[in-house]
């Protein structure tokens, strides 16, 4: 997993100038460990082993000649990314309906909140969604993974 911060420099210094940033980091629930010191920049991204679907806490501090500064304010992220394309589509006649279907995919480590469910039209170049009968964000089509479209709404 790639991660990378951004930062802005304190409001204060303490009267000589900084050296460097060290970067902490922690599963929520459990204590902080050093991801990494000696940072020059005000960003800093690395490859790290994080669990998918699991929330991580980061704090950063100053270091001037003096020492280390107090701890930055948290931040706080869940490690995920994109879903996979949902697989296994399918068509099919069901009476005065054409049922859609198609598989649950992976759902990059955080829940999926919808679907987009869009038709292709009679020009076969454009495509439209029908919110009424197949909407991706109603809880029942988002679950079961199948829609039914009357089929007067395709002619």
């Not at 859609?100 to 292709?120: C, F, K, V």
């Not at 454009?126 to 199948?146: P, V």
Request: overall charge negative.
């Amino acid at each position: 997993m790639k991660i990378g911060f951004i930062w802005f420099a304190g409001v204060s210094n303490g009267g000589t100038p900084v050296l460097d940033y060290r970067i902490y980091y922690a599963q929520l629930g459990s204590e902080y460990s050093l991801l990494v010191q000696g940072v020059t920049t005000t960003s800093y991204t690395t490859i790290v082993s994080l669990i998918t679907n699991e929330q991580y806490k980061f704090k950063v501090q100053a270091r001037n000649a003096v020492g280390y500064s107090l701890d930055s304010s948290e931040i706080t992220v869940r490690v995920a990314r994109k879903p996979d394309v949902p697989t296994s589509l399918a068509t099919a006649i069901n009476g005065d309906f054409v049922k859609i279907s198609w598989a649950a995919p992976y759902d990059g480590g955080s829940p999926l909140l919808s679907y987009t469910i869009q038709i292709l039209q009679s020009d076969s170049v454009s495509f439209t969604a029908d919110l009424m009968d197949c909407d991706g964000a109603n809880l029942a089509i988002l679950s079961s993974g199948e829609c039914n479209v009357p089929i007067y709404t395709l002619i």
